[in-house]
T-cell receptor
């Protein structure tokens, strides 16, 4: 089985722009979660989707949003980028609501 | 709210020595606990998990962890480390029924020859 895939792997954006990151879960997994990893704050939960519905949301501003499609693929969007949004964004999928499998991440740099 | 604390930010150790990476959690309800490893420029790989049952959990690459409810700990151990174990290790937990993983700050394990 193919693992979780994330595209793109690397991205450079300018302050004020918006960005969309994509995640394809493992086949059969209906839950997708997103995490932000930074040196200062560590790993923080952004949101989780299950069957196209957002079930959980972390403490991030409204500039961070996401969605899930009927094939379980998910996207997250960050609008009006700030320097502090530079991070590794990790996607994880799960079929049993317990064990999460992570993708390689998208490294976002905001200049 | 649940929190996870990793007591050591960096742990240097010599090859073939034993290692213990410490993790404490706080929760007033049932909890699932995990250890993940992250190699440079990669995502997280699950080492092992505790859901219920036996408190000694064995994982991949020779790692094991012991769930201790009275001490609210879930320390990771390996009896003999290799150079290839050099990585960052994260302890994480959820509350039953929630997908949200709460992570510790991570422990960088460096194995020296």
């Amino acid at each position: 089985k193919a693992g979780v895939t994330q595209t793109p792997r690397y991205l450079i954006k300018t302050r004020g722009q918006q960005v969309t990151l994509s995640c394809s879960p493992i086949s059969g997994h209906r839950s997708v979660s997103w995490y932000q990893q930074t040196p200062g704050q560590g790993l923080q939960f952004l949101f989780e989707y299950f069957s196209e519905t957002q079930r959980n949301k972390g403490n991030f501003p409204g500039r961070f949003s996401g969605r899930q499609f009927s094939n379980s693929r998910s996207e997250m969007n960050v609008s009006t980028l700030e320097l502090g949004d530079s991070a590794l964004y990790l996607c994880a999928s799960s079929w049993d609501n317990v064990e999460q499998y992570f993708g390689p991440g998208t490294r976002l740099t905001v200049t | 709210a649940q929190s996870v604390t990793q007591l050591d930010s960096q742990v240097p150790v010599f090859e073939e020595a034993p290692v213990e990476l410490r993790c404490n959690y706080s929760s007033s309800v049932s909890v699932y606990l995990f250890w993940y490893v992250q190699y440079p420029n990669q995502g997280l790989q699950l080492l092992l998990k505790y859901l219920s049952g036996s408190t000694l959990v064995k994982g991949i690459n020779g790692f094991e962890a012991e769930f201790n409810k009275s001490q609210t700990s879930f320390h990771l151990r390996k009896p003999s480390v290799h150079i290839s174990d050099t990585a960052e290790y994260f302890c994480a937990g959820t509350q039953g029924g929630s997908e949200k993983l709460v992570f510790g700050k991570g422990t960088k394990l460096t194995v020296n020859p």
